[in-house]
């Protein structure tokens, strides 16, 4: 079975600085994608980031970074120069073998002045 | 280029009315996800269509709860008859269905909020 395991509730940053938001899955596919969402108190559903499992460098979008350690199946979001736009909920979530996209508890960021 | 469309965005209704959420997909894109999100039970996959065929209904909660797609650029979800406990954000999101690939990103649309009373 998949499963996504985000373990930090909740995260502080103050502005300016770089965040670490963990994930770690366990699938048995060889194949698979993971991805990042954000969702703002507004409660939209935003895509951020994406990473394939045979991708050989870690994604990259703007400020935002994945942390892919295939053998740790971890794929931690980093977020550079944090800002206080992106206080947010953040999700992790896989797609494997299946069309279906499954999704972490999230966690919590709020970036302080 | 329009994302995904839903509505209502807001929706207050009682106990035992019908209620039905509409999406509009991104154009071009051949899957389609229905999900639920509650604060206890967070974001769940209640369905999702291929090519405007169902292929997994296996997350809709029970016979109230049914989803048709009858063409590319439309799907509805209905409640009937609809229940406090159904009350949470449901989100309509689309993809190409390029599979493993960044292309088979799903894009959500804004999410109806339903409140059952």
């Known amino acids: 079975a998949q499963k996504i395991t985000q373990t930090q509730p909740g995260m502080f940053v103050q502005e300016k600085e770089a965040v670490t938001l963990d994930c770690t899955y366990d699938t048995s596919d060889q194949s698979y994608g993971l991805f990042w969402y954000k969702q703002p108190s507004s409660g939209e559903m935003i895509f951020l980031i994406y990473?394939?499992?045979?991708?050989?460098q870690n994604a990259t979008e703007g400020r935002y970074s994945l942390n892919f350690q295939k053998a740790r199946k971890s794929a931690n979001l980093v977020i550079s120069a944090s800002q206080l736009g992106d206080s947010a909920m953040y999700f992790c979530?896989?797609?494997?073998?299946?069309?279906?996209?499954?999704f972490g508890t999230g966690t919590r960021l709020q970036v302080f002045p | 280029d329009a994302g995904v469309i839903q509505s209502p965005r807001h929706e207050v209704t009682e106990m035992g009315q019908e209620v039905t959420l509409r999406c509009k997909p991104i154009?071009?894109?051949?899957?389609l996800f229905w999900y639920r999100q509650t604060m206890m039970r967070g974001l769940e996959l209640l369905i999702y269509f291929n090519n405007n065929v169902p292929i997994d209904d296996s997350g809709m909660p029970e016979d109230r709860f049914s989803a048709k797609m009858p063409n590319a650029s439309f799907s509805t979800l209905k409640i009937q008859p609809s229940e406090p406990r159904d009350s949470a954000v449901y989100f309509c999101?689309?993809?190409?269905?390029?599979?493993?690939?960044?292309?088979?990103?799903?894009?959500f649309g804004p999410g109806t909020r339903l409140t059952v009373l």
């Open positions: 999101a689309s993809s190409s269905a390029i599979r493993l690939a960044r292309a088979d990103t799903q894009y």
């Open positions: 154009s071009g894109h051949n899957s």
């Open positions: 990473q394939g499992s045979y991708d050989e």
């Open positions: 979530a896989m797609r494997g073998g299946t069309d279906k996209l499954i």
